[in-house]
Each structure stands twice: as C-alpha cells, then as structure tokens.
C-alpha cells in the first residue's frame, strides 16, 4: 500500500502542486483550509482487479516515502488526515495507448496548448494525481488510473501553465491538475494556486517578443474576485498606436464622453447612455491589425482557441484626465437585461466572460483599478507584491493628493479615492495589463467582480478595455439568441474528452 496525503494548501507536500511542464520544480500549493477526510476522498477510473507488484523502482523509492510519511506526520501532528491509495500495478510506457499526440507547430493558436513530452527520467507514466475543480477553488480529490484508457476517461486536464495534459507520461505522481469545463458555455479558468504565484505562459509572446507572465492576485475564495497580473503583454508601440489611434481622425469611434450601463453598440443607441459616475472618455478600435493582433493574444491567454469575431467587443480605450474617474461597477450585464437575448451563461447563454484590462501608459499617482470586494494585500500574503503594487499613503498624504487634483470635499470622487486607497486596487504600469473574471467556472455569474477606476491625482492615464464573451455576444448570435452557447465551435463547447 502506498500512502498519499492530502495536505493544507501551504504544505510543500501539497500534491506537487507546481506547474507540470517537463521541467518545473515542486513549490508550496495555495493557502486554504485544512483538508479532511470528510471532503477528501479516492476517486478511481473503473478497471479490472489486478494483482498488485512491487518494480524496483518502486522498491528503490521506499526510503523516500518513508522520509516523506515521517515529514507529512511531524508537521501535522499525525495521520488523522490520510488517505490510503493501493499501489497500481506498474505500467510501462508501451502499456501506454499507440494514439498520437498533438504537436502544435510554434507560432500557431494552439503553441502552448498541450503537454507534449515526457518528464525528464521518468521510467513510467504516473498511475495518481491531485485532481481539482476547473479555475483551482473547490476541494481536491485523489484519483488513480492504472492505464491510459482510464487517464483519458477523466476527462480534459489541464496543468498549472494551462496545458491540456495529453498522457500520464507528461506528469509526476501526485502532480495538482484542473478539471475543464464540464457545461455548454463554460471555459476554462486559470487556477490561482496562490497570491503572488508567476508562471510564464507556454507560447504566448507580447509584441515585442517577450514572455507574457500570468501572477496570482486574489485567492480562489468565495469572497474573492479572480485577478492576475499579465506581465509584458503589449509592446510600447501596441500601446502608443492605440493612443494614436483613438483621436485619429480615420477612426469613426475616436474620442468622446464614456458612456455605460447599455448593451448597445454606439450605432444602436449606445452613445447616448452618459453616466455622472463615468468622467472619462473613450473610443474604440474595431478594425485595425493593432486590435486583432491584441485580440488574438487575449483568447490565447485565456486558453479559449483561435479567435473569434462574435465573441469580442471591439477594444475600447480610455482616457482620464486629472481628476477623472468611475465608480465599481460589473463588466457583464444583468440576466435581465434585455428579453430578445439570453443573458444568464449558467443556463446556455453569454455575457461577458473576462476583462483584459490594458495599461496604455503609467500614471504618476492615482489611477488605480480597484476591487472593493476584496481586501488591500499585506505582506503576510506575498510582501513583493505588497512593494510593487504600493502601499496606501497615510490619510493626510491623501487627503493632499486629493486636494491637488481639485477634487471636491464630499464629492463622490473624494470617497473614491479614500476607498481606493483601504481596499485592493493595481495601478497601472505600461504594457502590462489585468484579467479578470465575470463568471465563476460554472458559468454563474461573479458578483465579487466589482471594480472600479480610481482617480488620477497626477498626470493622465490611459488604458483599455478588451472584452471576451463566453458565447456569441449581443446581436452576433446568428441561429437561437435564446441558446446562445449551441452556436459555439465543437473547439470551444464543453465537456471535452480526454486529452484533447
């Protein structure tokens, strides 16, 4: 019998929980409650009784497994929250089914999409792994698979750098993996793991050819909006085309006042829908190579396929000036909006699924993109990102800033700013950008998604929008817009099988 633990999301002996590319290191899982054996539990694919035997690998791999009991028992004070798994018969690589995998040529939508090689010194593929819900939250459970009929009979996989896992070769025993999507709809979502957690993303490149990064910034909670940091996502020049091109006078949607609160596009009414709350302006990029490059790199990101027109709003750029702000607010629209659509994506419908937030320029104070669902960062939970996203000033330091930018005592901008400032907010930094979520994994829609837009106390901020929906968008269903999710692409519609 082997023995498997299922630890605290703290412990190093949290499954592995690492990204399970070919060459990661093991490092610590997210922080969570302790886990039992109430909600932890065995599940194993089906498969006929087999005789149980011992290889000398297995055998060369005692010592380690006593150390690692010994290690799980002293940091935890005992085995009370053991769980036994039986040892599978050993299963060589040509047990392993002759189906071949994909290999995504580089430079393609799909680069980066699979695992496609074996872990390094690995003599036979992995028979156990930590299994959790799609976008990370949820409690595990421990499934076992002796072949590889019964790896893919799980279902699609991802791993920690949102690969679709493709064999039991490509993952250590006790590796952390993600269910996908299981309903109409619903996508995948990247898993936080824990705050501050970076991993670079497998064939996803900015424009200026640098490595886009994807880092935790909220836990997985209920109480907890989704929100990474995108590292290098756009070039300087992406960004500075786009300020160019938002008072352009070849752009028909150049600069004017924000509107919001309308489903409407601007030719169905939509310029007309002014908010007092909304002091910015805005225009939009719908045509230009800029956007569709941008675009294509958002669906990339998320994981979602190759691009599709009728899932995305055209990219709206923004700009505030001293002073200029929006109150929090929800990206996706109420399921009651409008009866001519469904709105709701828990039942088969679409909304807005994530928000890539731009960062065109960077701000010399204020500016912020704030969550007030969600409480201001401490060094306790990661003290880098506490240093890079800043700490609020002392109130008078505030209430000076607030003072310089000729914001009115009482108005709604001061209690902006003040509330900025107590709760967790990003300020902007050029090329990088936000992503965040409007939608749980099970397609319901996330109220813990309230942000807002701080006010500049200094200099001019300029950013963007980019709007991904999780099926066709308002007015761009083209068979049923009351089944919105049935018109997505076999590519994009869950459940999916097994390592593809």
């Known amino acids: 019998m082997v023995v498997s633990f299922l630890p605290p999301h703290g412990s190093f002996f949290a499954a592995h929980r690492t990204p399970s590319c070919i060459m990661a290191a093991p490092t610590k899982g997210p922080k969570g409650k302790e886990i039992g054996k109430k909600t932890s539990h065995k599940v194993a694919a089906k498969s006929p009784a087999k005789k149980t035997s011992f290889s000398p690998f297995f055998l060369t791999s005692i010592p380690g497994i006593i150390i690692a009991i010994a290690a799980a028992v002293w940091t935890r004070g005992g085995g009370k929250d053991a769980i036994v798994i039986p040892n599978q018969s050993d299963v060589s690589p040509s047990q392993i089914s002759s189906r071949k995998l994909l290999n995504p040529s580089p430079g393609s939508w799909t680069d980066g999409y699979y695992t496609t090689e074996a872990v ?53 025993n006790g590796t952390a993996l ?16 824990r705050v501050g957690y970076k991993r670079p993303i497998p064939g996803l490149f900015g424009g200026d050819g640098k490595q886009i990064e994807l880092e935790t910034l909220t836990e997985p909670s209920t109480s907890d909006p989704r929100v990474f940091y995108v590292h290098n996502f756009l070039s300087v020049a992406e960004a500075d085309e786009f300020i160019r091109f938002s008072t352009a006078e070849e752009n028909p949607y150049k600069m004017a006042p924000s509107t919001g ?10 310029a007309d829908a002014r908010l007092t709350t909304r002091t910015s302006e ?8 800029n956007s569709f490059d941008v675009k294509r790199r958002a669906f990339q990101l998320l ?16 700009r505030y ?13 109420s399921v009651n909006q409008s009866d001519d659509h469904l709105w709701d994506p828990s039942v088969g419908g679409s909304n807005r699924f994530a928000t890539i937030f731009l960062y065109l320029s960077d701000v010399e104070v204020g500016g912020e993109t704030s969550f007030p669902k969600s409480e201001r960062l401490t060094a306790e939970k990661s003290e880098e990102l506490v240093k890079r996203l800043g700490e609020a000033p002392p109130l008078e330091k505030q209430k000076e800033f607030i003072k310089d930018a000729g914001l009115s005592e009482g108005s709604w901008e001061e209690k902006l700013t003040l509330a900025c400032y107590a709760k967790f907010a990003v300020p902007p930094r050029r090329g990088d950008a936000i992503l965040f ?3 749980r994994p099970d397609g319901r829609l996330d109220v813990t998604s309230l942000h807002g837009a701080c006010p500049v106390l200094k200099g001019t901020k300029w950013g963007a929008n980019l709007w991904v929906w999780n099926a066709c968008r308002y007015s761009q269903c083209k068979v049923d817009p009351l089944n919105p999710a049935s018109e997505l692409p076999e590519t994009m519609k869950a459940p999916f099988p097994g390592g593809v």
């Open 120 to 172: 390094p010194g690995q003599p036979n593929p992995s028979t156990h792994a930590i299994l959790y819900p799609n976008g990370g939250g949820g409690e595990p459970e421990s499934v076992s698979f002796s072949n590889d009929e019964e790896f893919l009979a799980l279902g699609r996989l991802y791993n920690d750098l949102g690969q679709i896992v493709q064999s039991p070769m490509h993952f250590l």
């Open 178 to 193: 993600y269910r996908g999507p299981v309903k109409p709809g619903t996508h995948f979502q990247w898993p936080a793991v």
């Open 261 to 270: 609160g309308t489903h409407k596009a601007w030719n169905q009414g939509g």
């Open 282 to 289: 805005n225009a939009f990029d719908i045509t230009t190579p």
């Open 303 to 318: 994981r979602m396929g190759d691009y599709m027109e009728n899932l995305a709003d055209g990219i709206q750029i923004l």
């Open 321 to 333: 000036q001293l002073g200029q702000a929006y109150v929090a607010h929800h990206d996706y629209f």
């Open 437 to 439: 979520y409007s939608q």
